[in-house]
């Protein structure tokens, strides 16, 4: 008497009926690794606080991918950024570096003087931007 059982047709059902089926893998962290900030982040945020400056070095590569809507002036404003520095001055950057290190300035510039800093004093002047009492 023959097998009355229907076989797979087909390659891919002969593959998956011949293997043992496999459980999901998750990749494995090490367990002093996670999935949010560096166990070192509030230590180095404190620093600078306190100090003012910035700790970027130079031979470091950016890790963290961040996205933020600008105006076009805004825009324009870092690529001309970008022009001006190749022309005038020699130094090649991307328009990421500018961005960052215009970032990190108005960010010393804020913690050193406060309300008289230029970015406190731009953005006071956008009514959107005021507490409400």
């Known amino acids: ?22 459980q999901e893998q998750k990749p494995r962290l090490p367990a002093n690794q996670h999935a949010s900030k560096p166990a070192n982040w509030h230590t180095g945020e404190m620093a600078n606080q306190q100090t003012g400056k910035t700790n970027l070095q130079d031979h470091k590569v950016p890790t963290e ?14 690529e001309d950024m970008k022009t001006i520095l ?3 001055h020699g130094i090649k950057a991307s328009l990421e570096e500018i961005a960052e290190a215009c970032i990190l300035l108005a960010y010393e510039d804020l913690l050193e003087n406060q309300h008289a800093s230029k970015l406190a004093s731009r953005l006071a002047r956008a009514p959107e931007n005021k507490k409400s009492s």
């Open 65 to 78: 991918k961040v996205t933020y809507r600008f105006h076009a002036e805004g825009k324009y404003a870092v």
């Open 1 to 22: 008497m023959a097998d009355q059982t229907q076989k797979p047709q087909g390659t891919f059902a002969k593959l998956m009926s011949s293997s043992p089926p496999q």
């Open 86 to 88: 190749a022309r005038k």
